[in-house]
């Protein structure tokens, strides 16, 4: 513990802080599905909404006013087929989201999560071959394809959340060949197939219709595998790479920070969002929690957050630091 003289007042404690929260570290996730006028709330995710494209342009100009300057975008369209189609197509939802956000705000950051498993009928976040095999020539292929969309819609970043070996050296020569060197790619690079993930897939209405992800996600009881996998995407060309889940994930993090001097995301995902926010909610715990789960994720290593509680930072911030 630090000496009593380090900690007797707000000033020296605020000296002697090592990590804080600033609206530079976190990522906000929006959905944004078919159809007009709708903001609706995701039953499975408190606060958190579904928006048409219409929508968006007044949900932009609110999360600038909180100083959110980054936000991931995930398209879920009405209609899905076996070929992904609407992943790739130029009018596609994540493509239309895409320049509508730019066209309000064209500061601000925009990553696009790049996967098929919202595009795709079966729910999976790959091509299969009829043995059941994962075809992973097509599901590279699909997704370059994908990102290259995305990015022609004007996205700033791709973050590949699909888990194919191999996939972040296929999206780097996709994207380079298509002349977009300068757009970096975040790798979801350790992802644990976990059940944390539960209210994300209502929310992205994409829960695998057979099996499960465990083909292509990796098992929560192991870390050396998932530190594998990061230092594969590092080589692979990685300019940021994530863990995922976050608070569960910690050791991972904090093990991943030592393996290179890239930048570090942690994904605060749907179920710890809801677990807290239910938590806090039922006055089971002070709201002083949800600072707490962010900046111990921060500290653990992660500069960067993606997070359903970016909205409330500021508040938390204001409270909770200082
Ligand atoms: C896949 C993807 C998922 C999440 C982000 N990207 C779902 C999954 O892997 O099943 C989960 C995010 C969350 O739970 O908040 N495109």
Redesign the pocket.
Known sequence: MLPTRLRKNKNIRNLVRETELTMNDVIY?LFVVDGTNIKTEIPS?KGQYHFSLDRLPEEIAELRDLGIRFVIL?GVPDDKDELATPAFDRDGIIQKAVRVVKDTDPDMYVIT??????YKSDGH?CFFNTDGTIDRKRSLDTLSRTAISQVEAGADMV?P???MDGHIASLREALDDAGYESIPIMG?SA?F??A??????E??N???AFGD?RAY?MDPANADEALKEVELDIEEGADIVMV??AMPYLDIIAKAKELSYLPMAA???????AMLRGAVDAGLMDERALYEALICIKRAGATII?T?FAKDLPELIRKYQS
């Open positions: 996730p995710m995930f999560d790049l996967c098929l498993c919202e976040c973050a959340s699909d888990m979801y992802k197939a976990s944390f993930y539960g209210p994300f897939r929310a992205a994409s829960a695998p992800r996600q995922k889940p994904y605060q995902v749907s179920g710890e969002f993606i359903y």
